[in-house]
T-cell receptor, first 116, second 110 residues
Framework: EAGVAQSPRYKIIEKRQSVAFWCNPISGHATLYWYQQILGQGPKLLIQFQNNGVVDDSQLPKDRFSAERLKGVDSTLKIQPAKLEDSAVYLC??????????????FGPGTRLTVL | GNSVTQMEGPVTLSEEAFLTINCTYTATGYPSLFWYVQYPGEGLQLLLKATKADDKGSNKGFEATYRKETTSFHLEKGSVQVSDSAVYFCALAGYSTLTFGKGTMLLVSP
């Protein structure tokens, strides 16, 4: 079974530029998550999708971050304009909800963003 | 809200030494508890989990016991290997969202 795919793996941009990250979850997984992992910290949830609907985006900085999952499969996370403090690893994860309790999340390799 | 506190690293050990990485949590209700591992250049992988009090999760020689009375989920391994060098994250889950600790880097030397 293929894992969660992310691209690009690395990206370097200058502040005020825009950038987009792509995620392809495990086939059949209805739930998709985007996390931000700043160096030296644990991942922080940015947004959670259930199919193509947003379940939780309470920690997404909506003035500059946006995410979509139009067909309920792939997802794109965009930052516009980027700030220095956005330098981090952006992780995508997916899970297959059973409606019972917590379901294991499977993580992609992440995209390392450096903002200069 | 939910939070996880784990010991700061790096933890530096020689091969075959005993490992303990402390983790304590604050949560409402009865969360599930996890340890994730992140090897260099790779994504997070679930190492082990426990879903209720007194459960013991185990995998690859690692163990952790869900202690509700001390709100702890310490990770242990009896004999570490160089290949165990990685960053270890303690996490808890309410329903579908994970709350992570800051991570503890483990460095094992031959």
């Amino acid at each position: 079974e293929a894992g969660v795919a992310q691209s690009p793996r690395y990206k370097i941009i200058e502040k005020r530029q825009s950038v987009a990250f792509w995620c392809n979850p495990i086939s059949g997984h209805a739930t998709l998550y985007w996390y931000q992992q700043i160096l030296g910290q644990g991942p922080k949830l940015l947004i959670q999708f259930q199919n193509n609907g947003v379940v939780d985006d309470s920690q997404l900085p909506k003035d500059r971050f946006s995410a979509e999952r139009l067909k309920g499969v792939d997802s794109t996370l965009k930052i516009q304009p980027a700030k220095l403090e956005d330098s981090a690893v952006y992780l995508c994860a997916s899970s297959s909800p059973s409606g019972i309790s917590y379901n294991e999340q499977f993580f992609g390799p992440g995209t390392r963003l450096t903002v200069l | 809200g939910n939070s996880v506190t784990q010991m700061e690293g790096p933890v530096t050990l020689s091969e075959e030494a005993f490992l303990t990485i402390n983790c304590t949590y604050t949560a409402t209700g009865y969360p599930s508890l996890f340890w994730y591992v992140q090897y260099p250049g790779e994504g997070l992988q679930l190492l082990l989990k426990a879903t209720k009090a007194d459960d013991k999760g185990s995998n690859k020689g690692f163990e952790a016991t869900y202690r509700k009375e001390t709100t702890s989920f310490h990770l242990e391994k009896g004999s570490v290997q160089v290949s165990d060098s990685a960053v270890y994250f303690c996490a808890l889950a309410g329903y579908s969202t994970l709350t992570f600790g800051k991570g503890t880097m483990l460095l094992v030397s031959p």
